[in-house]
């Protein structure tokens, strides 16, 4: 390793909101993905880019692969084509990505766990003239191809949000390179940090992190396969300095290294988390010098607000504007709201997606400002706090009631890892709220009682958001992305109270 310079011991403080400037070209490079490339490996050819579990790549080494595989790219399809990458996690997955970028193309980056419904409907809906799936064989390139238009499109992820079947996405070359300056402005990463991303890349998170890092020089390390204790050694071996991680892989993490304390990691970078005091203490504890820095953002807007250290960021709040956003509260009309009113989260920025290129539902646009349907108040200091999605709110004797308020507060309750709320129909109040609970511990034995967490809801909530059933869990089912898979923890619930089994 060569680092460029010690990097610095917390993120970059930066202020609240405001425009970015537009960077079509940095350094004398255009502004898209994977640009400056052949820049690094020329200023630095030996210099370790990528790392994968205990194989490391030089930089000289990944532009030669990267512009082979964008050259046999723009031979065997037209500009901007969808290439099907249904590639193992793993170095070859982070290339061919690379490549459809330079090359102009869009990558949609396949997860190799969908069943087979799944990817069937995707390619019956994008027809991608060419797929990617191992063994094939690229000659050395006689150059780099010349970069795409910064509006092109480079990228089509999938998320299945939470109901099943994925839904695709499709991104800029501008969305991400102004994405990748507000990582920077506001989490202070440089080239001198190791990032580990240490998920599949079919997730964002994790394949943005890389990417990001790749992009601006940082060495960039992934795992063919998230395993804590592995995640744990590659950390200590590589001198990782910067972490993308979930909630549920640090929770991993700090079980896995109860009694370590690894002091190289300054910066986390978590998104959505819902942190139990006992569980910040053990991430705090593994990784003592490291700031932990929360986003909230979703595929089609990128990063929203942000919450760092040192802020004083608000009980429940998900954090302030970031860097380059600007926030707006409105009601159905389309009229924006005072602080502390609730109404739909309106976002402006430059990193918003281009479309849906598959799977999805028509999205709420106007002026410049996107909505995906989430609801929230912003306070008079413009610290957001979300009280969930327009399309899973419930009306119960007559109260509206988002399921992520009362999910919040149970994910707050002694023994509880997470928790999903439900609306199940009833005669007298039209819904009744049920709550699916995955105990830190096994049901029956230390995990939560149920005694117990209706006491803890009814303490924070009013008498109508309290369910009224509660079952636990040793496991949710899981999307191909990691998050609860709903429609089938549904059924797992609705199973287990035809059985009696739910308390009520």
Request: aromatic residues 6%; charged residues 20%; contains cysteine.
């Amino acid at each position: 390793m060569d680092p460029a310079g010690p990097p610095p011991s917390a993120p970059a403080a930066a202020p609240a909101g405001g425009r970015l400037p537009a960077a079509p070209v940095r350094d004398g490079v255009p502004a898209t993905l994977g640009a400056a490339l052949p820049a690094l490996a020329d200023a630095a050819p030996d210099r370790v880019a990528l790392v994968c579990d205990g194989e490391a790549m030089d930089r000289r080494t990944l532009v030669a692969a990267v512009a082979a595989r964008a050259g046999f790219l723009a031979a065997a399809t037209p500009p901007g084509a969808g290439i099907g990458l249904a590639l193992p996690n793993g170095p070859e997955l982070a290339l061919a990505f690379l490549a459809c970028a330079v090359a102009g193309r869009q990558g949609l980056v396949y997860d190799t766990g969908w069943p087979a419904p799944y990817r069937a409907a995707i390619e019956a809906a994008l027809a991608p003239p060419l797929t990617l799936s191992g063994g094939e064989r690229f000659a050395p390139a006689p150059g780099w191809p010349a970069p795409p238009a910064p509006e092109a499109a480079f990228y089509v992820g999938f998320t299945s949000g939470s109901t099943g079947m994925p839904k695709g996405y499709r991104r800029s070359h501008r969305s991400w390179i102004e994405s990748f300056a507000v990582s920077e402005a506001e989490f202070g990463l440089s080239p001198a940090d190791v990032v580990l991303a240490p998920g599949g890349l079919a997730a964002s998170l994790h394949l943005y992190g890389l990417v990001h890092a790749l992009h601006i020089g940082a060495e960039a390390v992934m795992m063919r396969r998230f395993h804590p204790r592995r995640a744990l050694r590659l950390i200590a071996v590589r001198g990782v300095t910067a972490l993308y991680a979930t909630p549920t892989q640090l929770q991993m993490l700090a079980e896995a290294g109860a009694g370590r304390a690894l002091g190289s990691v300054r910066l986390i970078m978590t998104s959505g988390a819902k942190w139990q005091p006992a569980g910040r203490a053990a991430v705090e504890r593994l990784f003592p010098r490291a700031a932990l820095a929360e986003f909230y953002g979703a595929s089609e807007l990128s990063f929203v607000t942000v919450a760092l250290p040192g802020e004083d960021v608000p009980a429940g709040s998900v954090g302030r504007a970031a860097r380059g956003v600007e926030l707006a509260i409105r009601d159905a009309a389309g009229r924006d709201l005072p602080p502390g009113a609730v109404g739909a989260v309106w976002v402006r920025s430059g990193m918003l997606f281009q479309d849906y290129a598959c799977g999805g539902e028509p999205i709420a646009r106007r002026d410049g400002w996107m909505s995906v349907g989430d609801h929230g108040a912003l306070d008079p200091r413009g610290f957001l706090t979300l009280h969930g999605r327009e399309k899973r709110m419930l009306v119960t004797a007559g109260l509206n009631v988002y399921p992520e308020e009362v999910e919040a507060v149970l994910a707050g309750a002694p023994g509880v890892a997470e928790a999903v709320v439900f609306g199940r129909a009833d005669g007298l109040r039209g819904v009744e709220l049920v709550a699916a609970v995955r105990a830190v511990a096994a049901p029956g034995t230390n995990g939560p009682d149920i005694a117990a967490l209706r006491a803890h809801c009814r303490a924070r909530l009013p008498g109508a958001k309290v369910p009224r059933r509660f079952v636990l869990m040793e496991a949710f089912p899981r999307t191909a992305g990691g998050k609860a898979d709903l429609p089938a923890l549904r059924d797992a619930v609705e199973a287990r109270l035809a059985r009696g089994e739910g308390a009520a």
